[in-house]
């Protein structure tokens, strides 16, 4: 139960911290850039530590 608390509050932490990182809204134009996030998760046992990857990848036009 320890591990799921931890777990999700590593995980709100991260949201928070990519959130902060996003620009100010405004208006969105046909040429404005997006942002796409794909993830995936599987767990066999109770794990007693967690290893977030975090990568970038960009495309120019």
Known sequence: MKT????????ALFALVVSACAPA???PSADAPTLSVVGTGTADLKPDIAYIYVGVHTELP
């Open 4 to 11: 799921k608390t931890i777990l999700f509050t590593a995980l």
């Open 25 to 27: 809204a405004s208006a």
